[in-house]
């Protein structure tokens, strides 16, 4: 009884401490009493608010429920899910790990670093195969599979934000850089031209709705408004003059010229297996790779 009583009076201790912690970060002014009790920041709570909005997860991008399950499991572990679902070890970590990962499929927003806690827990309930030559041949496949998803995950896969950021921070003309379908830019990169430059984070917002944040940006006659966005996508394609007139080409005022473009970026955020297709996903992605920089005018009359 005294266990329970010490763990709910520290438990509930911390909980007030952490309360009232966020409370007075999130709060413009100190936090009173009648704040703590009437409007405190419960930061787990707001979490799991702002996660169970589709119309806010649709902003980072929205994925199928067995995104985690089919996809993500696989590239992050590789060989060791071979040995997961014909040698697992019925421990508390396994069950732990996979209780988990089926909490946060319900969420449909889904990247494999959501999934990062669980891996070692996974890894470590498994049985190595008793044969020698089969270990060898794991360990070397379980090694190659590891350097090649290095040079993937750390060299390409949202490769190009840093390099473009760097650019930019280079740059004397940059007023207004709208990012989307990248990761968070590192406004802190700017080079010491970040309170001269307006950086908006459109995430992953509906192509749609990108437009129309730059449309409202971009002024008739100004200069130094930039859309940083994968050249994978598509869609941007009937903006940029890619598409002849009459070839589903947009008819609008706005004007893209195309004046940066780091290759070594992929947008692996970016795979719609589900309506473009296997192979025209990965032609798409891996063959339209790099993160490009496009000059963003209006034609006024």
């Known amino acids: ?52 909005q589709p119309s806010n997860l649709a902003l980072h991008g ?26 697992p070890l019925p421990t508390l970590r396994l069950f ?39 270990q060898r041949w794991w360990f070397g496949s379980w090694i190659i599979f590891n350097a090649c998803l290095g040079v993937l995950m750390g060299t390409y896969h949202q490769g190009g934000v840093i390099p473009t950021q760097l650019w930019l921070g280079g740059r004397e003309d940059v007023r207004d850089v709208l990012w989307w379908k990248t990761y968070s ?22 192509a749609e709705n990108m437009i129309e944040e730059v449309g409202v940006v971009v002024r008739c ?25 009459g070839d589903g080409k947009a008819s609008t005022d706005l004007r893209f010229k195309e004046v940066w473009t780091y290759k070594k970026h992929l947008n692996l955020d970016d795979l719609d297996f589900a309506e473009d297709g296997v192979w025209a996903t990965v032609e798409r992605v891996v063959g339209r790779r790099g993160l490009t920089v496009w000059k963003v005018t209006r034609e006024c009359p």
């Open 185 to 206: 830019p590192p406004i802190w990169m700017l080079d010491g031209n970040g309170n001269g430059v307006n950086t908006t984070d459109l995430m992953g917002m509906k």
């Open 96 to 134: 732990s790990a996979l209780s988990g990962t089926i909490l946060l499929s319900l969420f449909p927003h889904q990247e494999p670093r959501f999934l990062l806690p669980a891996i070692p827990l996974l890894v470590s309930s498994i049985r190595l195969p008793r044969s020698r030559k089969l």
């Open 62 to 87: 929205l994925h199928p429920y067995y995104q985690h399950t089919l996809i993500n499991l696989p590239l992050l572990l590789g060989p060791v899910l071979l040995l997961l679902l014909t040698h």
């Open 1 to 52: 009884p005294f266990s329970l009583l010490s763990l709910l009076l520290f438990g509930t201790l911390t909980t007030l401490l952490a309360i009232i912690i966020d409370t007075a970060f999130y709060t413009s002014t100190s936090p009173t009493l009648s704040t703590l009790l009437h409007t405190p920041t419960i930061t787990p709570l707001n979490n799991i608010l702002y996660n169970t």
């Open 221 to 245: 006659g100004s200069e130094g408004t930039y859309l940083v966005a994968p050249r994978s996508s598509e869609f941007l394609d009937r903006y940029t003059g890619s598409r002849e007139e």
